[in-house]
């Protein structure tokens, strides 16, 4: 049975940090390329960052050198690192293994972000 357990959310004020973690089971952890998603309601799901196989990283432009993924195979942990958080951050936030065409979501982790 595979699972993707979030954590780490919660709520915190502007330019504040939060890491976020997505621990995987079930999977061969390093054979997937994992992503962060978030989703605010009534808007799409937005992909807000990628860590391949090889650690290459990849950012939506709106996250872009104020977060940071990062992943421990040996855990099977992937990680994201915000900071310089904004009210617009606010979100669910969902992890995402994907070997296409196999993908599993979490079950996603609320980000407040408010004074």
């Known amino acids: 049975q595979v699972q993707l357990v979030e954590s780490g959310g919660g709520l915190v004020q502007p330019g504040g940090s939060l890491r976020l973690s997505c621990a995987a089971s079930?999977?061969?952890?390093?054979?997937?390329?994992m992503h962060w998603y978030r989703q605010v309601p009534g808007k799409q799901r937005e992909k807000v960052a990628t860590?391949?196989?090889?650690?290459?990283?990849r950012y939506a432009d709106s996250v872009k050198g104020r977060f940071t993924i990062s992943r421990d195979n040996a855990k099977n942990t992937v990680y994201l690192q915000m900071n310089s958080l904004k009210p617009e951050d606010t979100a669910v936030y969902y992890c995402?293994?994907?070997?296409?065409?196999?993908?599993?979501w979490g079950q996603g982790t609320q980000v407040t972000v408010s004074s």
């Open positions: 079930g999977i061969i952890f390093s054979t997937y390329v």
């Open positions: 860590i391949t196989r090889g650690g290459i990283t």
């Open positions: 995402n293994a994907d070997d296409f065409p196999r993908a599993y």
